[in-house]
DNA sequence: TAGATTGTTAATCGATTAACAATC
DNA sequence: TAGATTGTTAATCGATTAACAATC
C-alpha cells in the first residue's frame, strides 16, 4: 500500500497552528479547541481537526487539545524540534536587516555563514562572524552538512546564486529575490516579494 | 445577472506573472506564449490563459501575447498602473530596512509617512521624511486619503496598531509582525514572516 | 498553406465543509 | 448524567488540467 502524501497545502498551515498555539501558551492558557483556533486563525474548526487528523489523534472530546502537548507533536512533525542551520548569500542592505534578524535563533534557525561577492563587504564582522567570499560557498555547506539558505541578493544575480547554492548540495531556499527561481524537483523554494504582496491587494482597492 | 467574482487564488497569481512579463520585457523580448510563461514559473499554460480569460482576451493564435501590451492590461487589472501613498508604522530595525528599501518606489509604491511610539526614535529623518508619533496616525491618513499600510511593530503590538489602522480607515495591510491579525472583512491582510517560510521547507528535510 | 497557439469547454482532481457517532 | 468536542465520513464546492475548434 502506498503511503498517502500529505498535501503540501496542509504542511503549508501548520507553522501558522503552532505560531498561534505558542501566542496561547505564553498567555498562560492551557487548553484550546479547533472551534477556538479556527476563529483566531480565520479558518473553519473542520479544516484544523482534518488537518491534523493527517498525523494523528491529539485531542480529547469534550475538552479539545493540550496547547502545550499539541505544541510540541506540530513541532516534530514539521522537524523543527531541533536546530537548523542556514546560510545567508548577500550582504546589503536586506542581507544586514535578515543578519541582524532576532527572529530566527529563538525557532531554531541559525545563520551560520554570510557569503557576499563584494570586496568591501567580505571581511565584515555581523555577531560574531565574518562575511565571506562567495567562492567559499560549496566548501562551508559541505563542511556543516548545511541544508538551508536564505538569498538577499539582487535579481540579476539570484538565478546564479541560486544554481550555485543547488550545486553545492542545499535542499531549502528561502528567496527574497523578486523573481521566480528554477530549480530542480529536488529542492525545496519558497519566496518573499513584498510587492506582491501588496499587488495582491490594490485590486480590492478603489 | 450577479458579478461573477474572480478568485483570489487568480489575483494572487497575476503579481507573479507582471514580475515574469517585466524581466522578460527588460531582457528585451518583444512576444511570448503561455507555454514558455508557465515553464519559466512553473506552472501549467492552460492555468494561464484559464487566468487571463477571466479579464478579456490578451492573445493571437499562432504568436501569443505581446509582452508589452499584456503588461499594460494585467497592471490596469491589478490597479497599479497609478501611484500608491503607503505609510510605515514601525521604525525599529526592520522597520528602518523597509524604509530604505529601493524596491517600492519603482512599482509605484511610496512610503509617505512613518510612525513609532518610541520618543528616541520620533524626529529621526529618512530620505526628507521625519518618523512621527503615531497619535498622528489616524490624521495623517485621512488627509492623505492614504488606503495602504505596513505594520513593523513587535508581536505585542501588532494587534493594537492594526486595530488603530482599521479605525483610521486604512483597507489594506501588510504586516511583518508574527502573527495573525484580527480586522473586519472589509480589511484586506497580507502577512511576511520568514520563520512561517522557513517551517514549511523542514519537513522535506532529513 | 502549415504550424502554432489562443480561449473555452468539459472532465478530472483535490480541498473544504457539514454532519454526526463516539466519547471524554 | 449532560454538555462539549473530537476524528471521520460523505457531500459539496472549487480549482486544475486536458483537449480541441477557432484562427492568426
Redesign the interface.
Known sequence: MAEVEVPDIV??R???Y???LT?LSEAGQEFTSSLELGQ???IGSAQIRKDLSHFGEFGKQGTGYEINFLRTQISK????DRE?P?ILVGFG??G???A??G??AS?G?HVDAIFDNDPDKIGQAVNGKTVQDTANLAQVVADNKI??A?IAVP?TAAQVVADQLVEAGI??I?SYA???L?VPNTV?V?H??????????????D
Do not use: C, N
Open positions: 504542511i503549508g501548520l507553522p501558522i503552532l505560531r498561534a501566542l483566531k486563525l480565520g512533525i514539521l522537524k523543527v537548523w542556514i542592505g536586506l544586514q536587516a535578515i541582524h534578524y527572529g530566527f525557532k534557525f541544508k538551508m536564505i535579481a535542499e531549502a528561502l523578486p523573481i521566480t528554477s525545496r519558497q518573499i516579494d513584498p510587492v506582491v504582496h501588496l499587488q495582491r491587494m490594490t485590486y480590492y482597492l
